[in-house]
């Protein structure tokens, strides 16, 4: 793979961020096409083969508003009323999940300062979280060992908001790190540096994806018994057309 990514997509997204209106971005959108849109696409597209051999049911189609973030903001619910966002991402999730909200999902995001990697939840809700602790209780060892595989080689560390109260004091340190949490992702988070416009940039993405594969599984063994115990939800007919 060629270098896709370039200092000058750096250079967009600080310049955005400086004049974040519709008038700017018009005069500026072949950058945007040309900087940001074109080298993700290119990403997307080689990490594709990959990315079905960890889960063929993975959305890999190099496509905006699916794997690719858009660049318009929705502000409807937002007090910002910035019409665009100066961060950029890619995603490999399943078809209708949420960006990594309540189903786990790979991600790549630049900003005009940093770019991080990694596996797991974009905002997961308390009742996955209290399922994804009812696993670790019921299998303890085998958590163990899927984390360690994840964490070798120090490359990926775990994050997430965490509870302020201890959940379960008699847990060990090494599952409390884990058990805490409100949310949950592996990530790797990197300074603006050379190698992210080297073309291994794409073998540091396939080693961090590879390393967070079985936390990956295990995540959707957690998800699949949330859904699979959900009582039914009565369908409720809309009063108005759609």
């Known amino acids: 793979m060629e270098a896709a990514i370039s200092p000058q997509l750096l250079a967009f997204l600080a310049d955005l961020g400086s004049?974040?209106?519709?008038?700017?971005?018009?005069?500026n959108r072949n950058r945007y096409e040309e900087y940001?849109?074109?080298?993700?696409?290119?990403?997307?597209?080689?990490?594709?083969?990959?990315?079905?051999?960890?889960?063929?049911?993975?959305?890999?189609?190099?496509?905006?508003?699916?794997?690719?973030?858009?660049?318009?903001?929705?502000?409807?619910?937002?007090?910002?009323?910035?019409?665009?966002?100066?961060?950029?991402?890619?995603?490999?999730?399943?078809?209708?999940?949420?960006?990594?909200?309540?189903?786990?999902?790979?991600?790549?995001?630049?900003?005009?300062?940093?770019?991080?990697?990694?596996?797991?939840?974009?905002?997961?809700?308390?009742?996955?979280?209290?399922?994804?602790?009812?696993?670790?209780?019921?299998?303890?060892?085998?958590f163990l060992k899927i984390a360690r595989a994840c964490l070798k080689q120090n490359w990926l560390t775990p994050e997430g908001e965490t509870y302020k109260r201890v959940l379960a004091a008699s847990k060990p340190a090494e599952v409390q790190n884990w058990y805490q949490r409100k949310s949950l992702y592996l990530v790797r988070n990197r300074p603006i540096e050379k190698r992210l416009f080297d073309p291994r940039l794409i073998d540091d993405l396939i080693r961090a994806f590879r390393l967070a594969t079985p936390l990956y599984r295990f995540l959707w063994e957690v998800k699949t018994t949330v859904c699979s115990q959900d009582p039914p939800r009565k369908r409720v007919r809309p009063s108005t057309p759609l």
């Not at 995603?91 to 991600?107: E, S, Y």
């Not at 696993?135 to 303890?140: E, F, H, K, L, T």
């Open 19 to 27: 004049n974040n209106n519709r008038a700017w971005f018009e005069k």
């Open 36 to 142: 940001v849109l074109r080298p993700f696409r290119m990403l997307v597209e080689d990490l594709g083969g990959f990315m079905l051999s960890i889960d063929p049911d993975l959305e890999v189609r190099p496509r905006v508003g699916g794997t690719i973030s858009r660049i318009f903001r929705d502000t409807r619910f937002s007090r910002d009323k910035s019409p665009y966002r100066s961060t950029v991402w890619i995603v490999f999730k399943r078809p209708g999940n949420d960006w990594g909200a309540d189903a786990p999902a790979f991600f790549f995001e630049v900003t005009p300062k940093g770019y991080r990697y990694g596996m797991g939840f974009y905002s997961a809700s308390p009742e996955t979280m209290r399922r994804f602790r009812e696993a670790i209780d019921r299998s303890p060892r085998e």
